[in-house]
């Protein structure tokens, strides 16, 4: 009986996690530009604030990672279309140089694609 109760919390908490990673409501965008007058992006609570960043395509620009979160999945941050990647230190603001780029959608994400995000250039 004691195995069958250890079992179901254990699935309680599996379900739990996939809610909470994949399933559960969207956080709305945040702002951008963080006080410092930075395009500042909150890494925390396995989400990135924002995770959609529209800005204009054909020029290089400088993104500031914010990483709150300790747990090594949000410790690197990548763009794989952009062959962009960048260890983020934690609770502090990292930049993360993006190249010029065609105008499109460039998704990026940490290593286990539990944080995600999109980088609109248009
Ligand atoms: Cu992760």
Redesign the pocket.
Known sequence: MAIILVNAIGLLIILAVIWWFWLGPKRSAGQLVSSAGKLQILVKDGVYEPDRIRLPAGCAVTLYFRREDP?P??EWVLFPDLEVSAELALNKATPVEIPEAEPGEYPF???????RGTLILE
């Open positions: 747990s999945c949000s994400n940490c290593q286990m694609q539990m944080y």
